[in-house]
């Protein structure tokens, strides 16, 4: 079965680790537990930027990487000198505004810490003019009501000259469940405007309910994703 990764995603086969030193002592398995080497196998066709427009990844089949094993992480490709990301976190942040928006966010735990401490209100306006959800949409989608979201809404106006308003612990973590979502869902249909609407429209493989309603507690949002999942491989949902 051919697999192919979505937009700005590599697939990276792991190169085994050479387990004896130079003088042909055998290393235990913690020692081997740092990074290994990598070959990347196939790429994605590309980040897509506003208009849709899609730029090309600077990396190539064939390219030797550093690959870790547990996580996914930022790494430099030495032979083009530039950043690649493995996995889908810089897609989630570029839809809640990008690093302009959350700061120096190179991980999934920089990202994890920056919800703990409170996600700026600013991600959820972002979020709310990429998707062109109106503010029920955006409640429900939530678990919040209109009241709650106009309040923090007017939080973030209240605050702009002096601390930056934030969310909850609860509100950021649904509010990055949103907006790694919609990330996917952009990938799958490779159209930003479908895959918005997708979320709006009742789905046969979520028993006729919209993926909207769905989203704002963890069971609902594994569903959407698996279905998500069924349509980028062609299996009938």
């Given at each position: 079965?051919?697999?192919r990764?979505?937009?700005?995603r590599?697939i990276?086969?792991?190169?085994?680790?050479?387990?004896?030193?130079?003088?042909?002592i055998?290393m235990p398995d913690?020692a081997?537990?740092?990074?290994?080497?990598?070959?990347?196998?196939?790429v994605?066709?590309?980040?897509?930027?506003?208009?849709?427009?899609v730029r090309?990844?600077?990396?190539?089949?064939?390219?030797?990487?550093?690959a870790?094993?547990r996580?996914?992480?930022a790494?430099?490709v030495?032979s083009v000198?530039?950043p690649v990301k493995i996995?889908?976190?810089?897609?989630?942040?570029?839809?809640?505004?990008?690093?302009s928006?959350?700061?120096?966010?190179k991980t999934?735990?920089d990202?994890?810490?920056?919800?703990?401490?409170?996600?700026?209100?600013?991600?959820?306006?972002?979020?709310?003019?990429?998707?062109?959800?109106?503010d029920?949409?955006?409640?429900l989608?939530?678990?919040l009501?209109t009241?709650t979201?106009t309040?923090?809404?007017?939080?973030?106006?209240?605050?702009?000259k002096a601390?930056p308003a934030?969310?909850?612990l609860?509100q950021?973590d649904?509010?990055y469940?949103?907006a790694?979502l919609?990330s996917?869902?952009?990938?799958?249909?490779?159209d930003?405007?479908r895959?918005?609407e997708?979320f709006r429209?009742p789905q046969l493989g979520?028993?006729?309910r919209k993926p909207?309603e769905l989203?704002h507690?963890?069971v609902g949002?594994?569903?959407v994703?698996d279905?998500?999942g069924?349509?980028?491989?062609?299996v009938y949902?």
């Amino acid at each position: 079965m051919k697999i192919r990764p979505l937009r700005d995603r590599i697939i990276v086969k792991r190169l085994e680790q050479e387990r004896k030193t130079a003088s042909g002592i055998a290393m235990p398995d913690t020692a081997a537990e740092k990074p290994g080497q990598g070959e990347v196998i196939t790429v994605g066709k590309g980040k897509i930027q506003e208009g849709g427009k899609v730029r090309p990844l600077g990396v190539k089949i064939g390219y030797g990487i550093p690959a870790g094993k547990r996580s996914e992480q930022a790494v430099k490709v030495k032979s083009v000198g530039i950043p690649v990301k493995i996995g889908a976190t810089e897609s989630a942040i570029d839809v809640m505004g990008g690093h302009s928006t959350l700061g120096t966010v190179k991980t999934v735990l920089d990202l994890s810490d920056l919800i703990g401490k409170g996600l700026p209100v600013d991600v959820l306006e972002r979020i709310k003019k990429r998707s062109a959800l109106t503010d029920r949409e955006m409640s429900l989608s939530l678990g919040l009501s209109t009241k709650t979201l106009t309040r923090l809404r007017s939080r973030k106006r209240q605050k702009r000259k002096a601390q930056p308003a934030r969310l909850s612990l609860s509100q950021g973590d649904r509010l990055y469940r949103l907006a790694r979502l919609m990330s996917i869902a952009e990938q799958v249909f490779e159209d930003r405007g479908r895959a918005h609407e997708w979320f709006r429209q009742p789905q046969l493989g979520l028993g006729n309910r919209k993926p909207l309603e769905l989203i704002h507690t963890e069971v609902g949002a594994r569903e959407v994703e698996d279905l998500l999942g069924r349509i980028e491989h062609g299996v009938y949902s």
